[in-house]
């Protein structure tokens, strides 16, 4: 059997992306904001990392959905936080803010379907259960 690697998977490697970016991003906002807002999307993006290494290697379904569902939590909170940032001017340059946006919407749309498809086979599972 071998094992399962979450850094091998894409939504696994855009996040980390988005966390490589956001660190250098960071930098600049003002000093107040570098320590509450920053530190704030920085532990999220980490922990959103976590998130998608638990919901990848585990085994109970409902456990990986109810991950997920923390998962698009955390990443409705980032999309927030990085537009924040981008009205205020904090994120210098708009193309950085464009490809920031840009990452969120696909990692957003693979968690999505992440969660799609394991909420199908729940139910499969539970449908098989059943019909035995």
Known sequence: MTA?????????RKTKKFLNEV?????????????????RIERTAIDSLHIIARVYMG?????????????????ELLNTLIEIAG??????????????LLLMDSI?????????????????SESERSQS
């Open 4 to 12: 399962k690697i979450a850094s091998k998977t894409e939504i696994y």
């Open 23 to 39: 660190i250098y991003i960071i930098k600049d906002f003002p000093k107040e904001q570098r320590y509450v807002v920053g530190d």
């Open 59 to 75: 085994r109970d379904l409902k456990a990986r959905i109810a991950d997920m569902v923390e998962l698009q939590s955390n990443l």
């Open 87 to 100: 009205e205020h001017q904090w994120i210098k340059g708009k193309g950085k803010l464009a490809n920031l």
């Open 108 to 124: 957003g749309r693979q968690s999505t379907a992440w969660k799609g498809s394991l909420i199908k086979a729940l139910k499969r």
